[in-house]
């Protein structure tokens, strides 16, 4: 009876696991085009959320193709690049989250990203990526979207410590898909979640993912 029980309580941690992606803002084109070309960002307004369903896919592969996909995007720089470009860029989101039965939840600011990611229940984060982008201390929601060349929202190392460790799995895999995280902000986060969160000691390049290639960089260091 011990035994079935102690079986029933690991299927249901399992069937509990999530997969939590946060995905950032791409560069507003009318900041991005004042600049030369080698400083330019986000040409192609999708690079983080091309790269965000590469990993789900990646996901399903190791986890099964049921396996709880929860995506957090910030969306205010998607909504005006949007009206810019006269493109409907959250419809298109919201569909894919839709085509890939992902729990689709918008963000616009950073309480909204902590208060998110601390909705999970208790243990269900099995693992947890990044992708947009970075410096050394903080995840850049928005990156010249309201100023050229800066960023006005973010996920800081400070903030860290109001996430709920609670909601992580003790195994939780964590990964920054942006530039420099591992330079700072990944020992932060370690003290903060007891977890590593595996980051780059430099720059990543995004410029592959429209070829299915989730994004790459030099000195990968959990």
């Given at each position: ?147 050229m060349g800066s960023c006005t929202v973010w ?68």
């Amino acid at each position: 009876m011990r035994l079935v029980l102690l079986a029933f309580l690991a299927l249901l941690s399992f069937a509990s696991a999530e997969h939590v992606i946060l995905t950032g803002g791409p560069a507003l084109r009318k900041w991005e085009d004042l600049r030369v070309p080698r400083d330019q960002h986000d040409r192609w307004w999708a690079n983080f959320i091309r790269a965000s369903t590469l990993r789900m896919v990646e996901i399903r592969k190791a986890y099964g193709q049921e396996a709880p996909l929860v995506w957090i995007v910030y969306r205010p720089t998607y909504q005006e690049r949007g009206k810019a470009e006269s493109k409907p860029y959250t419809t298109w989101i919201a569909d894919l989250a839709r085509a890939r039965n992902a729990t689709l939840i918008w963000v616009d600011s950073t309480p909204g990203v902590i208060a998110a990611i601390n909705s999970r229940p208790r243990g269900s984060v099995k693992t947890f990526d990044y992708f947009g982008h970075s410096n050394r201390h903080c995840f850049m929601l928005d990156y010249s979207g309201d100023i050229m060349g800066s960023c006005t929202v973010w996920l800081h190392e400070r903030d860290l410590t109001k996430l709920r460790r609670s909601v992580f799995a003790k195994d939780a895999y964590c990964k920054s898909w942006g530039c420099h995280t591992a330079e700072s902000m990944s020992k932060v986060w370690k003290s903060a979640t007891g977890l590593k969160l595996e980051g780059a000691m430099g720059k990543t390049d995004y410029t592959m993912v429209g070829r299915g290639q989730l994004p790459y960089g030099e000195g990968w260091v959990r």
